[in-house]
């Protein structure tokens, strides 16, 4: 119904920066809000941004001010800009949506995409 393709990860030094971008297909009409996650190996996912429609963000304390979310409704495609990294924001990064159908719901998720800050 809805597909999630992430890219743009890779391994960068800390204070660098990456974009990632996640392209959806499928039934797009359906989407409203996208969303990004992180999963560092043995820890629980973590939410760390979202973009309605309309284009209203909600980022996590742990990246605010460092990252920046948007979409391109025209182009079907979420962006996650990443400034001043550090290597605690090391993970794989996952797009997410959530698709409403009355009552019921469906989840979206994408292959995901290494983020990794080292020296």
């Known amino acids: 119904q809805v597909q999630l393709v992430e890219s743009g990860g890779g391994l960068v030094q800390p204070g660098g920066s990456l974009r990632l971008s996640c392209v959806a297909s499928?039934?797009?009409?359906?989407?409203?809000?996208m969303d990004w996650y992180r999963q560092v190996p043995g820890k629980q996912r973590e939410f760390i941004a979202t973009?309605?429609?309309?284009?209203?963000?909600t980022l996590a304390d742990s990246v605010k001010g460092r990252f920046t979310v948007s979409r391109d409704n025209a182009k079907n495609t979420v962006f996650l800009q990443m400034n001043s990294l550090k290597p605690e924001d090391t993970a794989v990064y996952y797009c997410?949506?959530?698709?409403?159908?009355?009552?019921?719901?469906?989840?979206?998720w994408g292959q995901g995409t290494q983020v990794t800050v080292s020296s």
């Open positions: 997410h949506t959530q698709v409403w159908r009355g009552f019921f719901s469906n989840d979206y």
């Open positions: 499928g039934s797009i009409s359906s989407i409203n809000a």
């Open positions: 973009v309605n429609r309309g284009g209203s963000t």
